[in-house]
């Protein structure tokens, strides 16, 4: 299984970005994949993921409003298009891809959760300057 994320940059706050997970190597057509983030010396959080089996999609409670995920399930891509982006939303974005996605609670905030994570992409950064 391969995943290649694209789409990360230098931004100002309150401007978009769309970041983009191709990934291959699989056969099933039932699968989880989303999205996590980790910014320098801070654990790496769950952002959104998705089942491919019903469609839904999970947003983590910080990013709600201003993120969203689609998905093209023929070409087994995902995207996260983030809007009104801040200072705190610099990360390096990870793409992962397994089974069974949901939300957890981590502390008071609920994040995206993969129960059978199988694989993560190398990742693409994002610079959210103020």
């Not at 401007?15 to 990934?23: H, I, N, T, V, W």
């Not at 010396?41 to 089996?53: D, L």
């Not at 019903?54 to 023929?74: E, P, Q």
């Not at 069974?100 to 008071?108: A, P």
Request: aromatic letters at 10%; one cysteine or more; glycine letters at 12%.
């Amino acid at each position: 299984v391969q995943l290649v994320e694209s789409g990360g940059g230098l931004v100002q706050a309150g401007e978009s970005l769309k970041l983009s997970c191709a990934a291959s190597g699989f056969t099933s057509d039932e699968y989880a994949i989303g999205w996590w983030r980790q910014a320098p010396g801070k654990e790496r959080e769950g952002v959104s993921c998705i089942n491919t089996e019903d469609g839904r999609a999970y947003l983590a409670d910080f990013v709600k409003g201003r993120f969203t995920m689609s998905s093209d399930t023929a070409a087994n891509t995902i995207f996260l298009h983030m809007s009104g982006l801040k200072p705190e939303d610099t990360a390096t974005y990870f793409c992962a891809i397994g089974r069974d996605c949901s939300l957890k609670f981590v502390g008071d905030t609920r994040q995206a959760y993969i129960r059978y994570l199988d694989r993560w992409g190398q990742g693409t950064l994002v610079t959210v300057s103020s």
